[in-house]
């Protein structure tokens, strides 16, 4: 099962959930066991039953399948056969290409067809206006979401919501974000939001922080020490000429010691060289 099933299942059947209103029309429904053996071994996303008894099937689809209909089709039998009823057939969509799904079949002596909702038609403002985060989580898959300062709206309601729910809703976004190929936009505003105890609880972000520290801090340390070795390689460079210039030509006059230790180690390289063909120490630093 992806991710995004588990997500988007947790939010529409959470109470008040303003997602599963827009959907169904319902309030609330009672979920029941979708599981149908018979066809296929068929596995429903979501089935549930409004107080008067009619059953609402609710399918999340992220792609344009080929002969979906069919799917859909063979799903409504196999309700009714178990059920002895006819459900209602939502589809949502929530794929980033756009919504090419075939939702009827139109044949002699045949017409059926299922409603299908495009995520992105919802209102996103009214999502993220709900007193649930679920509903704020939510609207980054609606038109809501592609627009400029979309992702740090959605972290400020978090930010704000209760705190024994942040980090599930973090969890959440980050990855219906996905969804959107916004994760990393997500997880970059994240960071400077001021629910950083949630951050680092969380089990998307703060694994990622923690090994972000950690690689950090190991890098640095490499940096330093490499670093280190590579000065301490240079000025031993830069001794050892200092050494073959006593040796050639006598003591070394303070404006010689000036010049050897602003040489770049390119540099140092060639005055080493010309040690040899050197008929003064100036010569050493010839272009």
């Given at each position: 099962?992806?991710?995004?099933?588990?997500?988007?299942?947790?939010?529409?059947?959470?109470?008040?959930?303003?997602?599963?209103?827009?959907?169904?029309?319902?309030?609330?429904?009672?979920?029941?066991?979708?599981?149908?053996?018979?066809?296929?071994?068929?596995?429903?996303?979501?089935?549930?039953?409004?107080?008067?008894?009619?059953?609402?099937?609710?399918?999340?689809?992220?792609?344009?399948?080929?002969?979906?209909?069919?799917?859909?089709?063979?799903?409504l039998f196999a309700i009714a056969r178990r059920f002895g009823r006819v459900p209602m057939q939502v589809v949502l969509y929530v794929g980033h290409a756009r919504?090419?799904?075939?939702?009827?079949?139109?044949?002699?002596?045949?017409?059926?067809?299922?409603?299908?909702?495009?995520?992105?038609?919802?209102?996103?403002?009214?999502?993220?206006?709900?007193?649930?985060?679920?509903?704020?989580?939510?609207?980054?898959?609606?038109?809501?979401?592609?627009?400029?300062?979309?992702?740090?709206?959605?972290?400020?309601?978090?930010?704000?919501?209760?705190?024994?729910?942040?980090?599930?809703?973090?969890?959440?976004?980050?990855?219906?974000?996905?969804?959107?190929?916004?994760?990393?936009?997500?997880?970059?505003?994240?960071?400077?939001m001021p629910i950083h105890e949630s951050i680092m609880d969380n089990e998307i972000f703060g694994p990622r922080i923690r090994e972000g520290i950690r690689q950090g801090l190991k890098q640095g340390l490499e940096k330093g020490l490499e670093k280190g070795l590579e000065q301490g390689r240079i000025e031993g460079q830069r001794e050892v000429l200092l050494g073959q210039i006593k040796k050639r030509f006598g003591a070394v006059p303070p404006r010689i010691r000036k010049r050897v230790a602003s040489l770049d180690p390119h540099q140092l390289k060639a005055a080493t060289l010309r040690i040899l063909d050197a008929k003064k120490p100036e010569d050493l630093f010839a272009e």
């Open positions: 099962m992806h991710d995004y099933d588990v997500a988007l299942k947790r939010i529409l059947t959470r109470p008040g959930s303003a997602l599963l209103r827009a959907l169904t029309g319902a309030s609330r429904l009672r979920w029941l066991n979708v599981e149908l053996p018979r066809v296929n071994n068929l596995r429903l996303d979501l089935l549930g039953e409004t107080p008067a008894g009619k059953l609402i099937q609710i399918e999340l689809q992220s792609r344009n399948e080929k002969h979906f209909e069919i799917r859909m089709g063979e799903y919504l090419s799904l075939k939702n009827r079949i139109e044949e002699e002596g045949l017409s059926y067809g299922f409603h299908v909702v495009d995520i992105r038609d919802l209102d996103g403002e009214r999502l993220l206006a709900s007193p649930h985060l679920s509903d704020n989580v939510i609207s980054i898959l609606t038109r809501l979401g592609s627009e400029p300062g979309a992702v740090r709206k959605i972290l400020e309601r978090i930010s704000k919501g209760p705190e024994a729910e942040r980090v599930e809703a973090l969890t959440e976004l980050s990855i219906l974000a996905g969804l959107r190929r916004l994760s990393g936009e997500v997880q970059r505003e994240a960071i400077n």
